[in-house]
């Protein structure tokens, strides 16, 4: 199959080839954590500047100019706008690409890292097709809500990606105080529902991303409660994961991580409620962004430390691949 033999091929030349280090690996899979959540925060710049639709269409920008040209209805800025998150999108999907190919040169292979490694460039693509469907919808509020969902995995999935490059494939051995993973596991569930109420707030918000847009007919002060008790429920099931830690079997690993997680949750809530007794400004909008991918970064990174994979003693890599 010609498939088959252009496998070979490849796997061919990346044996012969130089092994990628444990150092450059880590780099580039760390660019795809900050690339993944700097897609998400400029995602939020083109709505508060009601750029959304300053590209018409997609792939191309205008019909008949896949770049801003002069038009009568659409201003120059919001075009740029627009195109500018379009273009990082590839600077995104060079960098998963990227960390998908050292991955595939790894040797011995590691399935579980190679599978997050090939989810980034993956998602990409599904982020890209969902970006489309989100123009062609005029920025419907629920398909910029999905859009910004995904988002979220993938920057979940990334920090993931960082850890696995430590790890093996053999089953996850957990780690810390007894109970502690359920009660992170809970927090998780409680923080994507946290995520799906703030978008939910933005989509009856006043950011639309074009001002003809409709808007999620629902109070945004009903939304903003609904979104702070997820917040509190979340805070709540973190601190008792606190208590655990200081009176269980810890580590000082755990318990730094588990302080940065507590400290990035109450900035991004105390910048929510800023933001909601300001009028929602759009500077914070993105702010507020911006504290959502760091509450994801920080509870990832926690939920990893609490769970590692061992590497089977005939998979260790070799001096050469290190």
Not at 50 to 76: N, R
Request: aromatic share 6%; with cysteine.
């Amino acid at each position: 199959m010609p498939l088959e033999s252009l496998k070979t091929r490849i796997d061919t030349l990346l044996d012969r080839a130089p092994a990628p280090t444990v150092r450059l690996r880590r780099a580039v899979a760390i660019a795809v954590v900050a690339t993944q959540a700097l897609i998400a925060v400029t995602g939020s710049v083109v709505r508060v500047t009601g750029s959304g639709l300053g590209c018409t269409t997609w792939p191309q920008c205008q019909p008949g100019s896949l770049v801003p040209v002069d038009h009568p209805e659409f201003a120059a800025l919001h075009q740029w706008i627009e195109f500018g998150n379009r273009l990082l999108t590839g600077v995104v999907g060079i960098v998963a690409f990227a960390a998908f190919v050292l991955a595939y040169a790894t040797r011995p292979r590691r399935k579980h890292y190679l599978r997050l490694a090939f989810l980034m460039p993956a998602g990409v693509v599904v982020q890209a097709i969902l970006g489309g469907v989100t123009v062609r919808l005029d920025l419907l509020w629920w398909t910029v809500a999905v859009h910004f969902m995904v988002s979220t995995i993938m920057v979940w999935l990334a920090v993931l990606l960082v850890h696995a490059i430590d790890e093996g494939d053999e089953p996850p051995v957990r780690r810390g105080p007894a109970g502690l993973s359920g009660l992170l596991l809970a927090s998780i569930v409680v923080l994507v529902g946290l995520l799906v109420a703030g978008t939910m707030v933005t989509g009856a918000g006043p950011h639309a991303g074009d001002p003809k847009t409709p808007r999620l007919d629902i109070p945004v002060e009903t939304l903003a409660h609904v979104h702070a008790a997820f917040m509190f429920v979340y805070l709540g099931l973190l601190l008792a994961a606190g208590v655990l830690l200081r009176t269980g079997n810890s580590t000082p690993q755990l318990w730094r991580r588990y302080v940065v997680l507590i400290a990035v949750v109450i900035a991004q809530g105390s910048l929510g409620f800023i933001q909601f007794w300001t009028g929602v400004p759009e500077l914070l909008v993105s702010l507020h962004v911006l504290g959502a991918t760091g509450v994801i970064i920080a509870t990832a990174t926690l939920w990893c430390a609490t769970r590692t994979r061992a590497i089977a003693p005939n998979r260790i890599p070799t001096p050469a691949g290190t």
